[in-house]
């Protein structure tokens, strides 16, 4: 099974420089509950912006899986340069939580979405493509002051 999971605007928005353009706590605490400990998928992008962030410490998750072009080695991580490959063959439960373009070409294999949909207005320089959500159905909705959480479940395709 493959997740996505981003918190982005009302209009798509996803990051500023390769960093998150707000912070807020709870959609923090809520990307860490769904992500820790588990298999990830990443850019090369975001795995560094997340070293940056935890500094010394391992990075939260179980199995890291970055996706790159470059010839990168990683002690902590698995290289992924066949990414399409790779979503198609991958036999366990992944999240993918990163960045724009990992998140735009994994979206066709997707068969989950957990997005944050950030209240307010922040500036940045990263947006998401307009996705299609007609192939998904709402699962669950929670809202709060300051984001609203929607997890969407591929559509079982009718014969």
């Not at 709402?138 to 014969?159: A, G, H, N, T």
Request: proline letters at 3%.
């Amino acid at each position: 099974m493959i997740s996505l999971i981003w918190a982005m605007t009302k209009d798509r928005l996803v990051g500023k420089d390769n960093l998150i353009p707000w912070h807020i706590k709870e959609d923090l605490l809520y990307f860490k509950e769904k992500t820790q400990g588990k298999t990830v998928l990443m850019g090369e992008a975001t795995y560094y912006s997340l070293k940056g962030y935890y500094k010394n410490r391992p990075l939260p998750y179980g199995k890291i899986y970055v996706a790159s072009l470059s010839n990168i080695e990683l002690e902590d991580a698995t290289i992924i340069n066949d990414l399409k490959s790779f979503l198609e063959n991958i036999k366990e439960d992944i999240m993918v939580i990163g960045g724009k373009t990992i998140y735009e070409l994994s979206m066709p294999y997707a068969d989950y979405l957990y997005i944050t949909l950030v209240k307010g207005e922040y500036i940045g320089n990263i947006y998401l493509k307009p996705i299609d959500f007609t192939k998904f159905e709402l699962e669950s909705k929670r809202e709060s002051q300051e984001c609203d959480y929607y997890v969407l479940k591929k559509k079982v395709e009718e014969c």
